[in-house]
């Protein structure tokens, strides 16, 4: 299966454009629909699209630029939502028979700060079921035989096949890194309490991020911009400025940027390909990264986040498990279960422990402008039961620090392999800046090297 990309347009110059008045929403509607069309049959990543609702909305767009009306950042441009997130106009089934009937009455705060900068909402994505572990019906566009990630499945998958240029996901363990690891796109999860999580399926307070789908980071920059306002709703936001993303995102570092290896309890499933990959990768950047040891104590990472997350995901399904446990997954029940299991001490525990991880990372982030580290053991695997090991991403998202996969690298298969970075709590803006400097500074080095006069080029 060839994946479709359109070289003309990420999301910020198809905003631009549009803007510019260059082409209209309707045309920009119609080209994602055509994608759809041609690549959906095969890649499963929608749950719900209704293109005439896509067009009266893009109508609804044409006609406040014609009549010189106020543009929002996003005029528009066509996006996806993970089927977690509430949709006053479109089923919110979050992957599951037992919500297979829901319709809520509003938007999540995220979509209707997406629909008030002007985006169209092209339709719904896929999701595992109750965005945990059993798999939806994507495929990966790079190859149907592989898993697309998980579980942002559809987000991921739509992006990468170009159905749309950004589509918003969510991640309480792995669920925006690993997936745009595996479909080769850029994957954004802010730090904790970035992003209102108000009108979206509650897993776990402590772990639940929204997370951003697109092809640059420019792209997942943009709307991260828009949906980083305040909601007093989110116990977790606090009242800030605007961190203006994407304008810190564009500017070139004052020095080249600094980065710490960091290999992460989860190394031991590190694949051959992927360990090869990065270590080419620090090679290219040799005398710019330090392998860093993380102490003893960082090995309980994922069992905390284990811990954490079975006993809120038991606590927060439990209506759900009283009137359908038969109806779930045995992968469900048995996270559920283990979360009933526990006691509040061990609960307690595991709670205890990401704050204090959190500080012992303060000293690499004062020598080093980010960690780099693998966001996924290696290329997407084969088969469609399992949505693949999210482990290289579970110590980042028990601590709530922002992290940026970037499609950098390749393996034996010719799948894509991401390359994750993390930044300090709160310091998402220089993490996107490092982030599109490591792009660009790869994209460089990748680059053929011009021919010599009067030699023929190898």
């Not at 509607?29 to 896509?54: N, Q, S, Y």
């Not at 977790?236 to 564009?250: E, F, G």
């Not at 090869?276 to 994922?302: K, N, W």
């Not at 759900?320 to 307690?348: C, K």
Request: with cysteine; charged share 20%; proline share 7%.
């Amino acid at each position: 299966m060839t994946v479709q990309h359109d070289a003309d347009y990420t999301a910020t110059t198809l905003a631009e454009a549009l803007r510019r008045g260059d082409l209209s929403a309707r045309e920009a509607v119609d080209t994602c629909l055509r994608r759809v069309d041609a690549a959906e049959p095969g890649i499963g990543a929608w749950t719900f699209l209704d293109p005439a609702h896509a067009r009266r909305q893009a109508a609804v767009a044409d006609d406040a630029r014609n009549h010189r009306a106020p543009l929002g950042a996003l005029h528009g441009v066509p996006i996806g939502i993970k089927d977690i997130f509430d949709t006053a106009d479109m089923p919110a089934c979050n992957g599951s028979v037992l919500h297979a009937e829901r319709r809520p009455r509003r938007d999540a705060t995220a979509v209707a700060l997406l629909r008030q900068a002007g985006a169209v909402i092209l339709g719904k994505t896929v999701t595992t079921e109750f965005a945990l572990y059993s798999p939806g019906k994507t495929r990966n566009p790079h190859n149907p035989a592989h898993t697309p990630g998980g579980s942002s499945s559809g987000s991921a998958a739509a992006v990468a096949a170009g159905m749309v240029p950004v589509a918003l996901g969510s991640q309480t363990n792995g669920s925006v890194i690993r997936p745009a690891s595996f479909c080769g796109v850029v994957g954004y999860k802010p730090s904790h309490g970035t992003i209102s999580r108000t009108g979206v399926l509650t897993l776990s307070r402590r772990l639940d991020h929204i997370g951003v789908f697109g092809r640059t980071v420019e792209d997942v920059a943009l709307v991260a911009d828009i949906l980083g306002a305040y909601d007093a709703a989110d116990e977790d936001m606090r009242p800030a400025a605007r961190a203006n993303l994407q304008s810190t995102a564009m500017e070139e570092p004052p020095v080249p940027p600094y980065f710490a290896f960091v290999k992460t309890p989860a190394w031991t499933l590190a694949e051959p390909d992927m360990i090869e990959a990065f270590s080419e990768l620090c090679g290219a950047l040799a005398g710019r990264v330090i392998e860093v040891d993380l102490p003893p104590v960082f090995d309980g990472a994922l069992d905390a986040h284990k811990a954490v997350m079975a006993v809120e995901v038991a606590a927060n399904l439990a209506q759900e498990y009283r009137a359908g446990a038969t109806q779930m997954s045995a992968r469900l029940r048995d996270v559920i279960a283990h979360g009933r299991r526990l006691s509040a001490q061990e609960y307690l525990r595991a709670c205890a422990l990401a704050p204090y991880l959190e500080r012992s990372l303060d000293k690499i982030f004062n020598d080093c402008d980010a960690i780099i580290t693998p966001a996924a053991p290696g290329e997407a695997p084969k088969g469609l039961e399992s949505t693949g090991n999210p482990a290289f991403a579970t110590l980042w998202t028990l601590c709530g620090l922002p992290a940026v996969s970037l499609p950098l690298l390749r393996g034996k298969n010719g799948l894509p392999i991401g390359v994750q970075l993390v930044g300090r709590r709160g310091g998402d803006a220089r993490l996107l800046r490092t982030a599109r400097w490591l792009a660009r500074h790869i994209a460089e080095l990748d680059a053929p090297a011009p021919a010599k006069k009067g030699r023929r080029k190898k």
